[in-house]
C-alpha cells in the first residue's frame, strides 16, 4: 500500500482543520494511502521530524499557512526529499496555494486535487547558499509585518490585518539605497522594499508579479522606488491590478540571480523575510533551483510555458 505522511498545524488560520481532519485522512484511504498524520506542538518539530521520519513515503501532504509550507519545504530540501507535495491551505493568507489555485478552507478540494491530479516540478529559491523558499524573498520597509501583526488579530481578519499594519507604518516610510547585482547588470537605486518572487501574489495581493511562473527558472523582483509619498497612491491602486509592474516607480527585473546590498552603512544587519518568516541578515544572494520539487495544483495551461507534468510513476522511481 502506498504511504502518504500528512504533516498539520493545528494553530493555523482559524484553527479549524482539525475538525475536518477524518474528511481529509478518508479521501486519502479511499485513494488507497496508508495515512501517518503528524502534529506540530512546538516550534522546530516540523523540521525535525522530517529529518528523522523513515523515508517510506509516497507523497507528503502538508496543512498551514505559508510559514508551515516553509518549515516543510526546507526540512524536505535539506534532507534531499523529492517526493511529490501536496498543500492544504489553511493559514492566514496562503499566497502560494492561492497561485496553485486552492482556496483556503476547502480542505476537500485540496485533498481531491492531491489524488486526482499530476504534480509539477517546480522551482525553489535559496538564499544565502542556505535558507530555502517557495513563494518569496523581501526585504525593506513593510516586509515585517506578517511577525508583527497579533496572532489573534490574523485569525479574525485574515489578510486585512496586513493591510491595516502596513498602513499604520506609513508615517515611517523612508528610503533606502541598494545595490542590486543580476546575471547581467548591476543597479544602485533607493528604494522602500523589494519583493524577489516565484509566484504571482504575496500579502494577499494576488497579483504582485503578474507575469510569474513557478516553472521557468527564473524570479522576478518587484521593487518600489524611494520616491514622494504622494505619488504612491496611484501605485498602490495597481498592485490590485497587477498593472504597476510598468509604473515608473517600480523596478521590475527578471533573472535566476540576485544579489543585494545595502549601501547604507546603519542598515547593514537588515533582515529579510523568506515566505513571511524571518530569513537571513544582508547582504543577500537569491538563486534559482530549476524544477527543485514536484507539487499537486491546479496549474492552469499557459502560452508558452514551461510547465513540465511528469508521470506520477515516474516521479516515484527517484527515491
Known sequence: MKKLKLIYN??????SFKNELDTCIGIFQEAGYEVHPFRTLK???????????EDI????VASGGDGTMNIVINAMSKRGLNRPLGIIPSGTANDFATYLGLKTG??????RTIISTEPVEIDLGIVNDEVYFINVC????????????????KNVLGSLS???KGVEQLPNFHKIPFRITTST????EDLYLYMIMNSAGTGGFTKVSPEAEVTDGEFELIAIKGKPLYEMTPLFLKLLTGEHIKDKNILYIKDKYFKIECLDENFNIMESTVDGELGPDMPLEVRV????IPVFGKFEEKENTEAKRLPFTQILNKK
Open 43 to 53: 516550534p522546530g518539530d516540523i523540521g525535525e521530524h522530517i529529518a528523522q521520519m
Open 185 to 188: 547588470e548591476v543597479i544602485e
Open 106 to 111: 476547502k480542505v476537500e478540494d485540496a485533498c
Open 162 to 164: 496586513y493591510y491595516l
Open 57 to 60: 513515503y509516497d507523497i507528503i
Open 289 to 292: 533551483i530549476p524544477k527543485a
Open 10 to 15: 493545528p494553530f493555523s488560520g482559524n484553527k
Open 138 to 153: 523581501a526585504g525593506g520597509l513593510l516586509t515585517n509585518v506578517s511577525q508583527t501583526v497579533d496572532k489573534d488579530l
